[in-house]
């Protein structure tokens, strides 16, 4: 089993490109999650995703939106990227909801110029 | 929201026992309390789960006093090896939402010979 897998590892984007981060997950977890973590503020929920074709907002949902694709990938989408979405983001899944264990993936070092 | 409040850093010793304490004034009564521990460029991973009393595994204790509005994770003789940040997580789902999902800010303890 991989477990939680990221795309990519590292990107920089200038202000204004759009892009997507990608999660997956082999587990067969019904929740996924998206963080990012920022120095000293640790980690602050994005989106998260109780089951296939359901997302709700997190702590900080503005200038992000997911989709869950099917049970195993929930991507994540920058549309008009800005400098203050400068981050590391991680995604995570559980198998029933947040009061599951979290399995995170390696993260995605993002980089807005 | 039942916010968390960690102590920053803490500092301590090759084989002596380490707390790192919790404060979760407002958690609900649905929530439980995880831990989690992070190292450079890695996700959080597991380390134990409580809802109320005292909780014990391979690796660790938690500790939740009767009115659940703080806890305490024990590492008993630790090594060099456990210099990691440490996350207090409280939350559950509400309604299908993860509103009340709150990673603390982290505690960063380093261990040393």
């Known amino acids: 089993n991989a477990g939680v897998t990221q795309t990519p590892k590292f990107q920089v984007l200038k202000t204004g490109q759009s892009m997507t981060l990608q999660c997956a997950q082999d587990m067969n977890h019904n929740s996924m999650y998206w963080y990012r973590q920022d120095p000293g503020m640790g980690l602050r929920l994005i989106y998260y995703?109780?089951?296939?074709?359901?997302?709700d907002k997190g702590e900080v949902p503005n200038g992000y939106n997911v989709s869950r694709l099917n049970k195993r990938e929930f991507s994540l989408r920058l549309e008009s990227a800005a400098p203050s979405q400068t981050s590391v983001y991680f995604c995570a899944s559980s198998v029933a909801g947040t009061t599951d264990t979290q399995y995170f993936g390696p993260g995605t070092r993002l980089t807005v110029l | 929201l039942a916010k968390t409040t960690q102590p920053i850093s803490m500092d301590s010793y090759e084989g002596q026992e380490v707390n790192i304490t919790c404060s979760h004034n407002n958690i609900a009564t649905n929530d439980y309390i995880t831990w989690y521990q992070q190292f450079p460029s890695q996700g959080p991973r597991f380390i134990i789960q409580?809802?109320?009393t005292k909780v014990t595994n391979e690796v660790a204790s938690l500790f939740i006093p009767a009115d659940r509005k703080s806890s305490t994770l024990s590492l008993p003789r630790v090594s060099l090896s456990d210099t990691a940040v440490y996350y207090c997580l409280v939350g559950a789902t509400s309604g299908g939402g993860a509103d009340g999902l709150t990673f603390g800010k982290g505690t960063h303890l380093i261990i040393q010979p």
């Open positions: 409580g809802y109320k």
């Open positions: 995703s109780a089951s296939e074709g359901t997302t």
